[in-house]
């Protein structure tokens, strides 16, 4: 990235968009200084692609039904995103596994984020399998992406009590709250140049971020 331009944001959605809009707003609060250059999804009726075009933001979408293979559709992705030289590609409830097709152009500077407190409960449904397990927390969780899925280096979590009389839906409404403050948080770092994926892991100004990521606490940024 030269300084004469600003940073630019890709962001991959499926569905409503509720962290796409988080970072709407960041970056109109001046909170992340960047660009949103892009709004992708993979469905064409995702309700985020209004959300975004409602704020001015290009949107496309890359229906994965027209593609023989996940290879196939994720070159599409990488010819289109490259398109829009992005500095940064956020995964926001994209629901579509990756493969290195896609994974290695955009290696080191390539988030997501997931619903649950990683390496805990991988994959889907994890709210519901937080409450199967009897947990007393549950969370979320900002993290590069690697082949391996859910399983690339945390960056940031935030944790949540999980209350008597929980459901999946009530569980969710409360970690969403949290998922809207790091995500925006992990890339403004990112974006700062003060995160490196490495062998290892993760790291924050030089520093080994734990296994977990680093604890959100208020104030934290
Ligand atoms: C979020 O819970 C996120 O953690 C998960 O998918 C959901 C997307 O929600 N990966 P939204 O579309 O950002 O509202």
């Known amino acids: 990235m030269t300084s004469s331009r600003k ?16 970072f709407i707003e960041a970056c109109k609060t001046g909170q ?10 993979n469905s064409p009726d995702a309700a985020g692609l209004a959300t975004a075009a409602a704020a001015g933001i290009a949107t496309t979408s890359i229906d ?4 023989e293979s996940r290879k196939d559709f994720d070159a ?3 010819s289109t995103l490259q398109k829009y030289q992005p500095d940064l590609v956020i995964l926001a409830g994209f629901m579509r596994i990756l493969t290195p097709v896609f994974i290695t152009p ?7 984020i997931h ?7 991988p994959g889907l449904n994890t709210h519901r399998r937080a409450l199967e397990a009897g947990d007393r927390e549950a969370g979320v969780t900002v993290h590069y992406v690697t082949q391996e899925l859910d399983g690339g280096p945390p960056i940031i979590q935030a944790r949540v009590p999980i209350e008597q009389g929980d459901s999946p839906e009530t569980l969710a409404t409360r970690v969403i709250v949290q998922e809207h403050i790091i995500y925006p948080i992990a890339a403004k770092w990112q ?8 062998e290892q892991g993760a790291t924050l100004d030089g520093k080994r971020i734990p296994a977990t990521g680093i ?4 104030g934290i940024e």
């Not at 940073?7 to 988080?22: D, E, T």
């Not at 992340?32 to 999804?41: F, H, P, T």
């Not at 619903?115 to 409960?121: G, R, T």
Request: charged content about 20%; glycine content about 6%; overall charge positive.
């Open 7 to 22: 940073a630019r944001l890709v962001i991959l959605i499926s569905g409503r968009g509720s962290n796409m809009q988080a």
């Open 32 to 41: 992340i200084d960047a660009d949103i250059a892009l709004v992708l999804s």
């Open 64 to 67: 994965h039904r027209r593609y």
């Open 76 to 78: 599409a992705l990488v």
């Open 106 to 112: 955009f290696a080191g500077k390539l988030l997501n």
């Open 115 to 121: 619903p649950s407190l990683l390496p805990k409960y």
């Open 191 to 198: 974006l700062q140049g003060r995160l490196q994926l490495d």
């Open 215 to 218: 604890d959100y606490v208020q």
